[in-house]
């Protein structure tokens, strides 16, 4: 077990290093020029050159990822050109609300598609089956700003039940603070519920073809009774992966939804940015995105041995 740990987090930071050389080439090649930015049309050559020195985009490439490298792993990544702030105070405000809109929305689509797949799979051959199947993949197509907009239409324009738009800090105001929250969760975690509810079908079925499965039959257990005592256990292992694949959705969604619901989370920064071509904010900004999905993969990875206890012998 330990050797598999320790393999697995060389993966990661090689995942790491390979992500930081990527983002940073991107990023490098984007069009524009901050400096312009900064002073405006009516700058002079020697302006912008003497502003391009002080920032330090004027040094070769590999000089400026070295030094945006070395400085991520001491926690600094890097300062914004426009505003001077670091960009880890930038992250700090803006990372409690993208938090909440993922964790929330993770939360709905696990309670939409367990018992939707489980009834999916065990009422596979009957029509009220085949319904709850069609409609999972009727909101698979449906994109994510689509359901937003209609949210909004429904329950803030047309019902005056919730606010279109915006966003309260929780230490402000709790009840106001959940309320803006509301129509961004439904509109991401329905979504990604229904795409959840696939994955979830297919392995209960996988599970009905078990022998055990069959034997819990047998001896006289009801399908509910042995889907839940089995069922969730040994399908775990397939809702884990595709829960670490999710997540990555889920932030690329939520990226989305912010710009529909004016909430100021990482996705309304990350756009602001790059429109400004502030790259040392882009780039910590998606290195910190990257970071983290990489490293949930990595945990899901080693939780497959606390799952499966039959990984834990196996020989490497």
Do not use: K
Not at 18 to 44: M, R
Not at 228 to 239: D, M
Not at 249 to 259: D, M, Q, R, T
Not at 302 to 310: A, K
């Amino acid at each position: 077990m330990i050797r598999r740990v320790g393999a697995r987090l060389g993966i990661l930071a090689a995942s790491l290093l390979a992500a930081s050389v990527l983002i940073f080439v991107v990023c490098s090649a984007l069009p524009g020029d901050v400096a312009s930015v900064i002073l405006g049309e009516g700058a002079t050559p020697d302006q912008l050159a003497t502003l391009r020195h002080q920032l330090g985009t004027d040094r070769p490439l590999p000089v400026q990822y070295l030094s945006w490298a070395s400085g991520m792993l001491q926690g600094d990544f890097g300062r914004s050109y426009l505003s001077g702030d670091s960009v880890a105070s930038l992250l700090g405000p803006r990372l409690a609300v993208t938090f909440w809109l993922v964790t929330f929305s993770l939360i709905l689509a696990l309670l939409v598609a367990l018992p939707t797949g489980m009834y999916a799979a065990l009422r596979r051959r009957h029509w009220d089956g085949f319904i709850a199947t069609a409609l999972a993949q009727i909101g698979m197509a449906i994109p994510a700003f689509w359901a937003g907009l209609l949210l909004v239409a429904v329950f803030a324009v047309g019902l005056h039940w919730l606010p279109a738009n915006g966003y309260v800090p929780f230490a402000e105001d709790p009840g106001s603070w959940a309320a803006h929250l509301v129509l961004p969760v439904l509109a991401l975690g329905l979504i990604q519920g229904a795409m959840l509810t696939r994955y979830v079908r297919s392995a209960f079925i996988d599970v009905l073809n078990e022998d055990y499965f069959r034997t819990a039959r047998a001896v006289g257990w009801t399908q509910g009774r042995a889907m839940v005592r089995h069922g969730l256990r040994n399908a775990s292992l397939s809702l884990v992966t595709v829960l670490g694949l999710q997540l990555s959705s889920v932030l690329v969604g939520a990226i989305v939804i912010e710009s529909v619901f004016a909430l100021p989370g990482l996705g309304t920064m990350l756009l602001q940015v790059v429109t400004q071509h502030d790259l040392q904010v882009v780039q910590g900004t998606v290195m910190f995105l990257v970071a983290v999905v990489l490293v949930v993969n990595a945990l899901v990875d080693v939780s497959y041995l606390i799952i499966d206890p039959r990984l834990r012998g196996e020989r490497e």
